[in-house]
């Protein structure tokens, strides 16, 4: 429900302003509103876990998304629609954490890695999937269609969890800590502002750099007031264990590289290769199709050869497949071109769940939340960085040769950049010790049981 909305929305935008009597341009707001209202809220969802029980926070928020999808689609004016989208947002932020950590609590650890490679398939299909069914609405019926689908889906949802999900509770919540809200929610909040605005014309460099600078120094006043809270809203400390230390780094700098690959893979298909949007955009859910396939080997993969195996071997393969996409000419088959998107695609899915279950390695039980929470605001900011490192190649191309219009040789430069600076994740992996998360696969007790064969 959520990733669907969340892209069938771009494809709606220029029936909305019509409708609305907007431009587009300011209609991106409502994209904005939402992004923003997710950053700053993400950090209370441990502690409205903590506070509410899991379970409870999961239903209000499936609960509110649906409530908010149906404002928007009754909203007449642009303030009504963004203050829709707020609300959503707020929702959207606590159901993906909360959500994962009614998994992560009912799960056994030696069965997580199924359990992420599952939770992954929504998040994979919805992005791709979205604008397909964004734009049959829009032609079909009306743009607020769009958002009337989703109360429903959230309705069931949320019988759906009251019947099946058990209400796991973790230890109590101790004070809200407002301060570190704000610096936390704030600072991701303005960073995610600024990425967003890399490589359009509404800011001017100076004051993106601004709102970045802001941003960057009240994430680091909430370091030093973490230090010290009795109670810090994000729990800092996790990064100190290795295992979530690297998830979070590594898995950051190689979430960057893959972030902007959605976008380039569109530019090129359809700028470079000059293809009409509806067969651009099936080439390109081979990459959708690649993931599902994986969903079912990953589990036995990392069983059979350990999360930081993987993590470096899959990650070099993943880089030099993204890197390649850049090798595409618009004579290569479309067929070569849909193949090896499926392996890219089955190979990133990999490496996704691995990160994904990984974060979790060595957290007890009591930080679960912490580490969910943290694990969200991790991959926000990679996915918005991601987008930005897109613009800025390829404005940086653009200025180089003093061109004015994108063509397929800069997108195919960007491609190449883009898989040497998943690269760089390679040497983060590489400081995992051999048997970390084998707890997670069920490697460890795969390796006892055939130890005491022996």
Not at 232 to 241: C, E, V
Request: proline residues 5%; positive net charge.
């Amino acid at each position: 429900m959520q990733g669907l909305e969340g892209t069938a929305i771009a494809t709606g935008l220029p029936s909305m302003a019509r409708a609305l009597g907007e431009s587009p341009i300011r209609l991106n707001l409502a994209i904005s509103a939402y992004m923003l209202s997710v950053a700053v809220c993400i950090p209370l969802s441990d502690w409205m876990a903590r506070r509410f029980g899991a379970r409870n926070v999961f239903c209000a928020a499936m609960a509110l998304f649906a409530l908010s999808s149906a404002l928007c689609g009754l909203a007449d004016t642009l303030p009504q629609l963004l203050a829709a989208r707020v609300l959503q947002g707020f929702a959207g932020a606590l159901m993906t954490p909360v959500g994962r950590l009614v998994i992560l609590r009912a799960t056994p650890r030696d069965r997580i890695v199924q359990a992420m490679s599952i939770l992954t398939i929504p998040a994979v299909l919805g992005p791709i999937i979205g604008p397909l069914i964004g734009g049959f609405i829009v032609e079909a019926a009306s743009w607020r269609w769009i958002f009337f689908l989703s109360a429903p889906v959230g309705l069931v949802g949320v019988v759906a969890a009251v019947l099946v999900i058990p209400d796991l509770r973790g230890e109590p919540a101790g004070p809200l800590d407002l301060t570190g809200l704000i610096l936390a929610g704030g600072g991701v909040a303005a960073l995610v502002t600024a990425l967003g605005e890399v490589g359009r014309s509404d800011w001017r460099p100076g004051a993106i750099l601004g709102v970045a600078l802001l941003g960057g120094l009240s994430l680091l006043a909430y370091v030093r007031h973490a230090r010290t809270a009795r109670a810090p809203i994000l729990d800092l400390s996790l990064l100190r264990l290795l295992p979530v230390n690297v998830a979070l780094l590594g898995g950051g700098v190689w979430r960057v590289a893959m972030g902007a690959s959605p976008i380039l893979l569109v530019l090129l298909l359809q700028v470079g290769f000059g293809l009409p949007p509806l067969k651009s955009a099936v080439i390109s859910f081979a990459g959708a199709a690649g993931a599902l396939l994986m969903k079912g080997p990953a589990t036995l993969v990392l069983r059979r050869y350990g999360f930081r195996r993987v993590l470096i071997v899959n990650g070099l393969l993943t880089s030099v497949l993204l890197g390649g996409i850049g090798l595409f000419q618009a004579s290569t088959p479309h067929a070569l071109v849909f193949g090896l998107l499926l392996l890219g695609g089955f190979l990133r899915s990999l490496q996704f769940t691995a990160l994904g279950a990984l974060c979790y390695a060595d957290v007890p039980d009591s930080s679960l939340g912490g580490a969910s929470a943290l694990a969200s605001m991790a991959q926000e900011l990679s996915q918005s960085l991601g987008v930005a490192m897109a613009a800025v190649v390829l404005q940086t191309l653009l200025a180089f040769r003093h061109g004015a219009t994108l063509t397929g040789q800069d997108i195919s430069v960007s491609f190449l950049v883009m898989g040497a600076l998943s690269l760089l994740s390679l040497p983060l992996f590489d400081r995992l010790p051999a048997g970390a998360g084998d707890a997670l696969s069920g490697r460890s007790a795969a390796r006892t049981g055939l130890v005491r064969q022996a």
